[in-house]
């Protein structure tokens, strides 16, 4: 079994996903970063994110920090942590518990039609993964429930867009859902956050719903 997201709620509210797995995946709240003295994370790599397919390597000798332009992190050395930051879209995590290696995905719909998860699965399958032993844990992003699209993404998600007085609403977490399963992960390795970041605004920041000036959650992973 794959395990659980887990809402922590010292010394300020964040996300831990527990699995017996040798991986460190954590993901902020509205709250801020303090929690990460908690779990020894004195710092971390992240990107200047272009909601693209791009996919970098990072290691204690290349560790960006927003300089670098990406929208996915591999990492495969223990102790070295890397975040990406969402404030709607979802993060994906995908790691080889096996081979002990992982990659952290920004997805939102323009990184999804990019196919940035089949270029994460390409990434580790080739470093020879096997896709049976993967797992996969995906953070709050916006639900279906809220997720209003124009004609023109709803057009690009068939079969993922309902119809509700008039407007279009895209389920962005069933077609992640879709699209790993469809690629070879197990459904009992697959879990994700029971959370909506525009609904529960007690907790998420959601630029959908505070717009160009909101803050941003971080999801950092990490082998330990």
């Not at 223990?78 to 096996?98: H, K, L």
């Not at 995905?105 to 990019?114: P, S, Y």
Request: hydrophobic content about 45%.
């Amino acid at each position: 079994m794959m395990g659980k997201w887990v809402l922590v709620t010292e010394p300020v509210p964040h996300l831990r996903l527990e699995t017996g797995h040798p991986f460190l995946l954590l993901f902020s709240t509205r709250h801020g970063l303090d929690f990460l003295r908690r779990y020894s994370v004195s710092g971390f790599c992240y990107l200047k994110q272009v909601h693209g397919s791009r996919i970098i390597k990072v290691n204690e000798e290349f560790c960006p920090s927003g300089d670098v332009e990406a929208d996915g992190i591999l990492i495969a050395e223990r102790e070295v942590f890397a975040g990406i930051r969402v404030a709607d879209c979802y993060p994906v995590f995908i790691g080889d518990p096996v081979r002990k290696k992982a990659v952290l995905l920004h997805a939102g719909w323009r990184g999804l039609k990019a196919d940035i998860i089949g270029a994460g699965l390409d990434l580790l399958l080739k470093a020879g993964s096997d896709a049976r032993d993967l797992i996969a844990a995906v953070g709050p992003g916006i639900s279906a429930q809220v997720y209003e699209v124009g004609i023109d993404v709803g057009a690009l998600f068939p079969g993922f867009v309902r119809r509700k007085n008039g407007k279009l609403f895209l389920d962005l977490r069933e077609f992640i859902r879709v699209e790993l399963l469809k690629r070879g992960i197990a459904e009992e390795n697959l879990v994700f956050a029971p959370y909506c970041t525009y609904r529960d605004d007690g907790l998420f920041h959601s630029r959908r719903r505070e717009g160009e000036r909101t803050g941003y959650m971080w999801a950092i992973m990490g082998l330990i």
